[in-house]
């Protein structure tokens, strides 16, 4: 069945860097539109970005120009490289295909911004 499984969130300065995975598995990545949201305390989840069927990405205006999505067709893996992280950045992300009818979500691994 469609599994997805996020890591590599944690506790990261202002400014600094992450690289957040999407470990899929059920279906393959590169068919499919894939796509990062994030829900941060007491607010509704936001779109992040993301990356088409064909490689084409697409991003949020509140991370355009710091966040890049990508991914490794041989892992079956998504990735999101965040960069200049800011404290409003702060959120539980989550990755998201839409297979058939089905909407799937992972668990989703936590960032905390903050010094």
């Known amino acids: 069945q469609v599994q997805l499984v996020e890591s590599g969130g944690g506790l990261v300065q202002p400014g600094g860097s992450l690289r957040l995975s999407c470990a899929a598995s059920?279906?393959?990545?590169?068919?499919?539109?894939m796509r990062w949201y994030r829900q941060a305390p007491g607010k509704e989840r936001e779109w992040v970005a993301g990356?088409?069927?064909?490689?084409?990405?697409y991003y949020g205006d509140s991370v355009k120009g710091r966040f890049t999505i990508s991914r490794e067709n041989a892992k079956n893996t998504v990735y999101l490289q965040m960069n200049s992280l800011k404290p409003e950045d702060t959120a539980v992300y989550f990755c998201?295909?839409?297979?058939?009818?089905?909407?799937?979500w992972g668990k989703g691994t936590l960032v905390t911004v903050s010094s």
């Open positions: 990356i088409t069927s064909s490689g084409g990405t």
């Open positions: 059920g279906f393959t990545i590169r068919t499919y539109l």
């Open positions: 998201n295909v839409l297979v058939g009818d089905m909407n799937y």
